[in-house]
T-cell receptor
Framework: AQSVTQLDSHVSVSEGTPVLLRCNYS??????LFWYVQHPNKGLQLLLK??????LVKGINGFEAEFKKSETSFHLTKPSAHMSDAAEYFC??????????????FGSGTQLTVLP | EAGVAQSPRYKIIEKRQSVAFWCNPI?????LYWYQQILGQGPKLLIQ????????DSQLPKDRFSAERLKGVDSTLKIQPAKLEDSAVYLC???????????????FGPGTRLTVL
């Protein structure tokens, strides 16, 4: 069985300040982990994925995430928030390694608000 | 490259009516997924196809939901009869993945927002 817990349902930051979106996972296997972003009225877009090649994963738009097995965490960060980052973010786990996109389990989402 | 297409974008029906959603995946993508996303929650997988065969439909409420992908390309998801709790966004996604393993990405369509009154 696998599950994902996003620790904050809402995060609010000022433009230009760092972003931290927290995610903890549970998996019986060596999982693949993903972060997706969902802008209003748009489809989910992949930000980055962990495939066991490196624990620090860089994604699009300046986002990155660090896989910490000892803490079962996969937090998403960005050094400086931009207004266009305002969206809903989902942490996602697959029980298959190597970045497999099968059997994805989504967290409940974190709504990021960026204040001017 | 064209993305995953879905129609309609919005649908309002009354309970006990039937409704159908259509999805056209990215060209060449073998695997197609349907998800249900209830307001305030993450998407939940309903059914996964590989080509025209069902790989996983364990979370599909088969008494009222059905899906098909007859020629291994586009797909339809039907609800009959609809209940109030079916109000949600229905997302379609596709990936290249052709077998076990593989490092493929799921590409999502914009979704169909269903309101059941």
């Amino acid at each position: 069985a696998q599950s994902v817990t996003q620790l904050d349902s809402h995060v609010s930051v000022s433009e230009g300040t760092p972003v931290l979106l927290r995610c903890n996972y549970s998996s019986s296997y060596s999982p693949s982990l993903f972060w997706y972003v969902q802008h209003p009225n748009k489809g989910l877009q992949l930000l980055l994925k962990y495939t066991s090649a490196a624990t620090l994963v860089k994604g699009i738009n300046g986002f990155e995430a660090e896989f910490k097995k000892s803490e079962t965490s996969f937090h998403l960060t960005k050094p400086s928030a931009h207004m266009s980052d305002a969206a809903e973010y989902f942490c996602v786990v697959s029980p298959f390694s190597s970045g497999s996109a099968r059997q994805l389990t989504f967290g409940s989402g974190t709504q990021l608000t960026v204040l001017p | 490259e064209a993305g995953v297409a879905q129609s309609p974008r919005y649908k309002i029906i009354e309970k006990r009516q039937s409704v159908a959603f259509w999805c056209n995946p990215i060209s060449g993508h073998a695997t197609l997924y349907w998800y249900q996303q209830i307001l305030g929650q993450g998407p939940k997988l309903l059914i996964q196809f590989q080509n025209n065969g069902v790989v996983d439909d364990s979370q599909l409420p088969k008494d009222r939901f059905s899906a098909e992908r007859l020629k291994g390309v586009d797909s339809t998801l039907k609800i009959q009869p609809a209940k109030l709790e079916d109000s949600a966004v229905y997302l379609c996604a596709s990936s290249l993945e052709r077998g076990s393993g593989g490092a493929d990405t799921q590409y999502f369509g914009p979704g169909t927002r269903l309101t059941v009154l």
